[in-house]
């Protein structure tokens, strides 16, 4: 684990993200930079595509969750 410096601005809009998505500010800084990568890793994939492709390796079923 290590400390990834980045400025105030970025640190606010990361904070505000993360109260919206229930997740610690480590937790969301986390997220965008596995999306990031996974983005630059997969060009050719929308952000939804890249997120339903995480939720199917993780084995959710979104039907499940939807109709509860």
């Known amino acids: 684990m290590g400390i990834v410096k980045i400025n105030d601005e970025l640190h606010e809009e990361v904070r505000k993200a993360s109260s919206v ?3 610690s500010i ?3 800084a986390e997220y965008w930079m596995k999306i990031g990568m996974l983005a630059e890793a997969n060009p050719g994939l929308s ?3 890249i ?3 995480q ?3 993780a ?5 499940k969750i939807v109709s509860a």
Request: net charge negative; no cysteine; glycine share 4%.
């Open 55 to 57: 939720l199917k390796q």
């Open 51 to 53: 997120v339903d492709e």
């Open 47 to 49: 952000y939804r595509q």
């Open 26 to 28: 480590n937790a969301q």
């Open 21 to 23: 998505m229930v997740r």
């Open 59 to 63: 084995d959710v079923d979104i039907g």
